[in-house]
């Protein structure tokens, strides 16, 4: 019900757009989030915003580098990936919950399948 499409191989420094589609009955009452998986590690928390699209929330490396938004009269999310670092490489994860501490705690319970993201040096 969550669908990522957007990730691809760029170059440190390229910007990118992933999206996520969902077809979550109540949208517009979740809060949505973008978490990452790199290879060998835990997934991790990215970014968040709030179901009112109002407030968002970042983890602090990519803060100021990354911006999420969401849509939702098009049940879409997006995250804007700008100045990327082969650091970022991994696979992004698209989330929807309706209690803010479960999504950013990656308690989540729409997951999306994800898209990989390869940052290149």
């Known amino acids: 019900q969550l669908v990522e499409s957007g990730g691809r191989l760029v170059q440190a420094g390229d910007s990118l757009r992933l999206s996520c589609k969902a077809s979550?009955?109540?949208?517009?009452?979740?809060?949505m989030g973008w978490f990452r998986q790199a290879p060998g590690k835990e997934r991790e928390f990215v970014a968040a915003?709030?179901?009112?699209?109002?407030?968002?929330y970042y983890k602090a490396d990519v803060k100021g580098r990354f911006f999420i938004s969401r849509d939702n009269a098009e049940y879409m999310v997006y995250l804007q990936m700008n100045s990327l670092k082969p650091d970022d490489t991994a696979t992004y994860y698209c989330?929807?919950?309706?209690?803010?501490?479960?999504?950013?705690?990656?308690?989540?319970?729409?997951w999306g399948q994800g898209t990989q993201v390869t940052v290149s040096s």
């Open positions: 915003i709030d179901w009112s699209g109002t407030n968002d």
């Open positions: 979550i009955e109540f949208f517009t009452s979740y809060n």
């Open positions: 989330a929807g919950e309706s209690n803010w501490g479960r999504l950013v705690a990656g308690l989540s319970e729409y």
